[in-house]
T-cell receptor
Framework: DVKVTQSSRYLVKRTGEKVFLECVQD?????MFWYRQDPGLGLRLIYF???????EKGDIPEGYSVSREKKERFSLILESASTNQTSMYLC?????????????FGPGTRLTVL | SQQGEEDPQALSIQEGENATMNCSYK?????LQWYRQNSGRGLVHLIL?????REKHSGRLRVTLDTSKKSSSLLITASRAADTASYFC????????????FGQGTRLTINP
């Protein structure tokens, strides 16, 4: 079974802090994704990566950056955390097969910025 | 922008009844998927239907796809309390990278 893990289930940070959210998958998937989930807004794509050192902006990249130095690890960075970044953050991975796109999700990190 | 929109936003039924959730989308798709999310957890893939398919079954799940109406439905038969969760449709778009675009979800509550 595919396993996607995220470094923390709950995280509390202060405004202005630099925050790192880590995601690791163990199935050699090329594609990895970061979403945030907010009530009434569903899942919104922040960034995704289709290969090591490759990244593309999603729908809401402002205030975030990402790093993918190894295939299995995809990090989301909040350069200077703000209260409007309080949210549930979900990481996912998938194979690059053109006919499937099925994504496998981690358990999520609930981030609170005070 | 959101591609899929689920209807209803919330659904509450008695155990044993069938639950139907609908999803509408806006652009051409390669496939449509349904995911389930238990409260406070990650999403779990349930079923995928390709754009050239009209109906698909998996256990108690039945998914239909009408590309002419740009809509899909998820039917859960003989519901159980453990089916209580949020259900999301996600569309695999044709162009660009292999992204999914998620709807806002339907919150399903099964009452014992």
């Amino acid at each position: 079974d595919v396993k996607v893990t995220q470094s923390s289930r709950y995280l509390v940070k202060r405004t202005g802090e630099k925050v790192f959210l880590e995601c690791v998958q163990d199935m050699d998937h090329e594609n990895m994704f970061w979403y945030r989930q907010d009530p009434g807004l569903g899942l919104r794509l922040i960034y995704f990566s289709y290969d090591v050192k490759m990244k593309e902006k999603g729908d809401i990249p402002e205030g975030y950056s990402v790093s993918r130095e190894k295939k299995e690890r995809f990090s989301l960075i909040l350069e200077s955390a703000s209260t409007n970044q309080t949210s549930m953050y979900l990481c996912a991975s998938s194979l690059p097969t053109t006919q499937r796109y099925t994504q496998y999700f981690g358990p999520g990190t609930r981030l609170t910025v005070l | 922008s959101q591609q899929g929109e689920e209807d209803p936003q919330a659904l509450s039924i008695q155990e044993g009844e069938n639950a139907t959730m609908n999803c509408s989308y806006k652009t051409s798709i390669n496939n449509l998927q349904w995911y389930r999310q238990n409260s406070g957890r990650g999403l779990v893939h349930l079923i995928l239907i390709r754009s050239n398919e009209r109906e698909k079954h998996s256990g108690r799940l039945r998914v239909t796809l009408d590309t002419s109406k740009k809509s899909s439905s998820l039917l859960i038969t003989a519901s159980r309390a453990a089916d209580t969760a949020s259900y999301f449709c996600a569309t695999g778009i044709i162009q660009g990278a292999q992204k999914l675009v998620f709807g806002q979800g339907t919150r399903l509550t099964i009452n014992p």
